[in-house]
């Protein structure tokens, strides 16, 4: 994966360091037909801003499974309208967004999915931002529904917690869509030492991941880990269930961050008392009990009277942590590091290669390290590489998930054709040997127009060779060819 | 479209044509550091007065830029720009209006008078949410997918390059509005000014009158390609001389490849509110 990279990378800078030559014998000295007059540009034409605009973009993307496409090859055909008004007042504003989708690929054989993909990736709403803001010179407040980017990493940032993430589909997307709005109230303070931040989130909004038996669900090998089980899991629907209510005053977070962007590096230190995102699995009562009947040799059909709805619980626990954020130039480099310490951090144990699992949780204290540089030095080309690495300081031992594994990941950016034209190639990889999983994507974008782009994005998963549940655990014959249309559209 | 180093505070165009307050032809013109007149035949006394001249600051302008490519598509953009000369740096601020998918973005470069130190820059992306420092990066490459580079927007030191005199006096325009200017050759001897421009040479026009560039021409290293740069419309704002358009085309082997229009609007110097609060990095009014 590294070698095709590294292989791709010099393709993409081969080209324009080939056509260099210092002959300067071209081109008449006195020709000079290019200074030719132009026409003016219609001032009177150009759109103006007014204090209310309504903007939004139109989306179209068809996609299939390259490794079945004799037999299932529709991996999604979804339409997503995304639409967002703003009206700005003399130190207040409002903003109003939301994001609709409808995936045609989960009607075409309804049958395979259950209940729960279903309500996860057939129609979707998602409010997006939606508050109303004050501010003056030094001081800002905000309230409702809010996206708040924070860290440094582009990949892997551990101090971004502010937001739930949408990860129904990992490794596929857009980097805009990823992060989900959450009610809260935001407290912003300018002063000659920087800006500091304190939000305190409203619900237990935890993110939308792949539900249980879904096609991108880690658990789905798991679950349908022998015969029995898969049978008895074909009529029915494994949904997530979380422990905490959405909204109440035990579901909320406080995080505060200090940033300091001054000449040559910016600066954050970050607090946070919040509910752990990804949450641990909590196994229902008597669960322990189906190993023995099991082994007293259960049938399916003894199994009948079994909820048709099964409720996998995740618990997500409170922890707090502390962290550091720097980023500084040098030269054609940005570097950037992110250090955090998550203190009584719940994480499940166990093992899943049972027949039946065995599953406990316990706590740690993590300390957590990232870095990474961008290299933007060759002509129209992007080049980044992020690693990040755990160490549990106190507990860890036993993990479900790898709690510690070595994480990298690897950009490459070219565009084309005055920037009509855009290259992407990025590959993750979890584990210092791939041994967790990874992934690698290649997308190429052509701007049609002004605000009408085609993409066309392939995607490989590498499902890994560890027996411990990685990100991309089942996602064997998973690999994407996607086409795209997007049009931005301002109506006001 | 937007990658790291494209964006680039275009205003420093703007700065680049304007000039001294006006004079008229023949007359000793004076900056800080240096005299010429119109008989001057010193080529590189004639740039460094031109690079230190005075320039108009605290600039707000709107900027329409259209992009014309081989088949006769075009693309357009237009964004708001802010500037400020703070005698330490040159600070300067760019949003986008349009269109749609990138409205909204920004860029804030803080260019430091001191060459040792690395500029800093914050690009903000609303899709994302968040402001983040970037390097300026590659400067030789296309500004915004336009004719033009980032190392077109920057003022270059004249020590970087090697300057002759290839004309005396040669007449730019027509009628009222033609410019007797000088033509002079620039070859940049240092690494560094040959990696930024991408140039082998160029040739600049420059008005006696106004001590500024009206047109220039630049030999593209890659590709072999050739850029001829005119600067029109020059009007007083502020006492200065400053263009209010800019084409730019780039041809080989007398095909047009590209044509760049940039057109300046509401362009006004000397604003009160333009000042240091204005471009505060922690602050960043506009990305909120």
């Known amino acids: 994966?590294?070698?095709?990279?590294?292989?791709?990378?010099?393709?993409?800078?081969?080209?324009?360091?080939?056509?260099?030559?210092?002959?300067?014998?071209?081109?008449?000295?006195?020709?000079?037909?290019?200074?030719?007059?132009?026409?003016?540009?219609?001032?009177?034409?150009?759109?103006?801003?007014?204090?209310?605009?309504?903007?939004?973009?139109?989306?179209?993307?068809?996609?299939?499974?390259?490794?079945?496409?004799?037999?299932?090859?529709?991996?999604?055909?979804?339409?997503?309208?995304?639409?967002?008004?703003?009206?700005?007042?003399?130190?207040?504003?409002?903003?109003?967004?939301?994001?609709?989708?409808?995936d045609g690929a989960y009607e075409l054989d309804e049958s395979r999915y259950d209940d729960a993909t279903l309500a996860s990736y057939r129609a979707r709403y998602f409010p997006r931002e939606q508050y109303v803001a004050f501010q003056t010179a030094f001081i800002d407040v905000k309230f409702g529904r809010q996206t708040v980017a924070w860290g440094e990493g582009d990949v892997f940032s551990p101090l971004d917690i502010v937001n739930p993430r949408d990860l129904r589909e990992p490794g596929l997307a857009d980097l805009d869509d990823i992060r989900l709005s959450i009610l809260a109230t935001q407290l912003g303070v300018v002063s000659a030492v920087g800006r500091f931040e304190l939000i305190a989130t409203h619900e237990g909004y935890f993110g939308e991941q792949p539900s249980p038996l879904s096609e991108y669900s880690p658990l789905a090998q798991v679950l349908r880990a022998n015969d029995l089980a898969s049978t008895f899991l074909d009529d029915r629907t494994v949904r997530y269930k979380h422990t905490q209510a959405r909204y109440g005053l035990e579901s909320?977070?406080?995080?505060?961050?200090?940033?300091?962007?001054?000449?040559?590096?910016?600066?954050?230190?970050?607090?946070?008392?919040?509910?752990d995102r990804q949450g641990v699995v909590v196994l229902p009562e008597g669960f322990e009990l189906l190993d023995g009947l099991l082994d007293a040799g259960v049938s399916v059909n003894d199994l009948a009277g079994f909820p048709e709805s099964i409720d996998l619980e995740l618990d997500h626990r409170r922890y707090s942590l502390t962290g550091a954020s720097i980023s500084f130039v040098t030269?054609?480099?940005?570097?950037?590091?992110?250090?955090?310490?998550?203190?009584?951090?719940?994480?499940?144990?166990?093992?899943?290669?049972?027949?039946?699992?065995?599953?406990?949780?316990?706590?740690?204290?993590?300390?957590?390290?990232?870095?990474?540089?961008?290299?933007?030095?060759?002509?129209?080309?992007?080049?980044?590489?992020?690693?990040?690495?755990?160490?549990?300081?106190?507990?860890?031992?036993?993990?479900?998930?790898?709690v510690s594994a070595f994480q990298t990941a690897a950009r490459v950016s070219k565009s084309y054709l005055r920037e009509r034209l855009r290259l992407d190639v990025a590959a993750t990889a979890m584990g210092l040997k791939a041994q967790y999983g990874w992934l690698m994507r290649g997308g190429l974008a052509y701007e049609l127009v002004d605000a009408l782009k085609l993409t066309a994005l392939y995607v490989h998963y590498g499902a890994g060779t560890a027996s411990t549940v990685g990100p991309f655990n089942g996602l064997k014959t998973h690999d994407q060819l996607w086409l795209q249309i997007r049009w931005d559209f301002q109506i006001l | 479209m937007l990658n790291q180093h494209s964006l680039l505070a275009l205003t420093a165009c703007l700065l680049c044509t304007d000039s001294f307050a006006q004079a008229p032809p023949n007359q000793v013109v004076q900056t800080a550091q240096t005299a010429v007149t119109a008989a001057s035949t010193d080529a590189k006394a004639i740039m460094t007065a031109v690079e230190s001249r005075d320039k108009a600051n605290r600039v707000k302008s709107t900027l329409l830029l259209k992009i014309i490519d081989k088949g006769g598509r075009t693309r357009e953009r237009t964004m708001r720009s802010w500037a400020m000369e703070t005698g330490a740096s040159e600070r300067q601020l760019m949003v986008f209006d349009s269109p749609a998918d990138v409205q909204g973005t920004s860029l804030l470069s803080i260019d430091h008078d001191d060459s040792k130190k690395d500029d800093d820059q914050?690009?903000?992306?609303?899709?994302?949410?968040?402001?983040?420092?970037?390097?300026?990066?590659?400067?030789?490459?296309?500004?915004?997918?336009?004719?033009?580079?980032?190392?077109?927007?920057?003022?270059?030191?004249?020590?970087?390059?090697?300057?002759?005199?290839?004309?005396?006096?040669?007449?730019?325009?027509?009628?009222?509005?033609?410019?007797?200017?000088?033509?002079?050759?620039?070859?940049?001897?240092?690494?560094?000014?040959?990696?930024?421009?991408?140039?082998?040479?160029?040739?600049?026009?420059?008005?006696?009158?106004?001590?500024?560039?009206?047109?220039?021409?630049?030999?593209?290293?890659?590709g072999r390609k050739l850029k001829f740069i005119k600067f029109d419309d020059l009007k007083l704002v502020g006492g200065h001389w400053m263009a209010h358009k800019i084409s730019a085309r780039t041809t080989r082997s007398r095909e047009v490849l590209s044509t760049t229009i940039i057109q300046f609007a509401d362009v006004s110097a000397d604003n009160a509110d333009v000042n240091d609060g204005f471009f505060d990095q922690n602050a960043q009014w506009w990305t909120r």
């Open chain 1, 1 to 102: 994966m590294g070698r095709a990279v590294l292989v791709a990378s010099i393709l993409f800078l081969a080209t324009p360091l080939a056509a260099q030559t210092e002959d300067a014998d071209w081109g008449d000295d006195q020709d000079e037909f290019g200074f030719a007059d132009t026409p003016d540009i219609d001032l009177s034409a150009q759109p103006t801003l007014t204090a209310l605009q309504l903007k939004g973009f139109l989306r179209s993307r068809a996609g299939f499974w390259l490794n079945r496409l004799d037999e299932d090859p529709i991996s999604t055909l979804r339409q997503s309208l995304d639409l967002d008004g703003l009206y700005k007042g003399t130190g207040w504003r409002v903003v109003l967004g939301g994001h609709f989708e409808y």
């Open chain 1, 252 to 275: 909320g977070n406080i995080v505060a961050r200090w940033l300091l962007k001054a000449e040559g590096f910016d600066l954050g230190l970050y607090y946070g008392w919040l509910r």
């Open chain 1, 331 to 402: 030269g054609s480099f940005v570097a950037k590091s992110e250090w955090l310490m998550e203190f009584d951090k719940a994480y499940n144990t166990g093992r899943v290669s049972a027949s039946i699992p065995t599953i406990d949780i316990d706590t740690m204290t993590l300390l957590t390290g990232m870095a990474g540089v961008t290299y933007s030095g060759f002509s129209e080309t992007t080049v980044s590489l992020e690693a990040q690495q755990s160490y549990p300081l106190s507990g860890g031992t036993n993990a479900l998930f790898p």
């Open chain 2, 122 to 222: 914050w690009l903000y992306l609303p899709s994302l949410k968040k402001s983040t420092r970037i390097s300026s990066g590659d400067k030789s490459g296309s500004f915004m997918g336009t004719d033009l580079t980032y190392s077109d927007m920057t003022r270059s030191a004249t020590s970087d390059y090697e300057y002759t005199m290839v004309k005396q006096s040669i007449s730019v325009g027509k009628g009222d509005g033609a410019e007797d200017c000088w033509l002079i050759e620039a070859r940049p001897v240092t690494q560094k000014a040959k990696d930024e421009t991408g140039y082998v040479k160029s040739r600049l026009w420059v008005s006696k009158s106004k001590l500024l560039p009206v047109q220039i021409k630049a030999w593209v290293r890659e």
